[in-house]
């Protein structure tokens, strides 16, 4: 595997399920990002980790629970979700988080609430 | 304030004409980088091309061109002779420098280009 992938592709999930969504990046990069893209709007920055700390919280409902293991691997861990957190999810990894450094994105999750 | 607006939601083209997509940033920042990516309809977002703020050279990669002009705080995108390889959603981004909050990307809204046959 090479570049940032992430599992699953696509999820269905109720409002009461739990759930998470897994990024794992093979560039040997230390920072890596959540970003949630809704139809219609910006993407926008959930989270960022930077050497396994989380450096950023963007507002995010506690409903949406990143965890960074290593620098390799980050999870979005997901309960109680609403529907309009229906959206596509993508997870993002960059050298640095220096401005500048450009970030690689995977293909996304597509998180569908019911 | 730091905002990325693109103003075209949605361009259609016949393939072989040229589009251009408009970017404006707003930053108070005199040191920032502008980003152009391109996301495909697999979701993906691509990296295109990154542009310090100091250098204000127009730059050239095959079909795809940018100026970039700082008097008007503009970043525009072109793609000569399109193709229908070139539909995609394309974003600008906005990476501050003193205002910063750990590696944050400011993205516009994004340009559907639609190429047709």
């Known amino acids: 595997e090479t570049g940032v992938t992430q599992t699953p592709r696509h999820l269905v999930m109720g409002m009461t399920n739990k759930k998470s969504l897994k990024c794992e990046q093979h560039l040997g990069h230390n920072a890596m990002y959540w970003y949630k893209q809704s139809a219609k709007k910006p993407l926008e920055l959930m989270f960022v980790y930077n050497f396994k700390e989380q450096t950023e919280n963007n507002s995010v409902p506690s409903r949406f629970s990143p965890e960074c293991p290593n620098s390799s691997h980050l999870f979005l861990h997901l309960h109680t979700l609403q529907p309009e957190d229906s959206a596509l999810y993508l997870c993002?990894?960059?050298?640095?988080?220096?401005?500048?450094?450009?970030?690689?994105f995977g293909p996304g999750t597509r998180l569908t609430v019911l | 304030a730091q905002k990325v607006t693109q103003a075209q939601t949605e361009i259609s083209v016949v393939e072989k004409e040229d589009v251009t997509l408009d970017c404006v940033y707003e930053t108070r920042d005199t040191t920032y980088y502008l980003f152009w990516y391109k996301q495909p309809p697999s979701g993906e977002l691509v990296f295109l091309i990154r542009?310090?703020?100091?250098?204000?050279q127009n730059e050239i990669s095959g079909r795809y061109s940018w100026n970039f002009q700082k008097s008007t705080s503009s970043f525009n995108f072109t793609i000569t002779a399109s193709q229908v390889v070139d539909s995609a959603v394309y974003f600008c981004?906005?990476?501050?420098?003193?205002?910063?909050?750990?590696?944050?990307?400011?993205f516009g809204q994004g340009t559907e280009l639609s190429v047709k046959p």
């Open positions: 993002a990894s960059s050298l640095r988080t220096e401005e500048g450094d450009e970030q690689f």
């Open positions: 542009r310090n703020s100091f250098d204000e």
């Open positions: 981004a906005l990476s501050p420098t003193i205002y910063n909050q750990g590696g944050k990307l400011i």
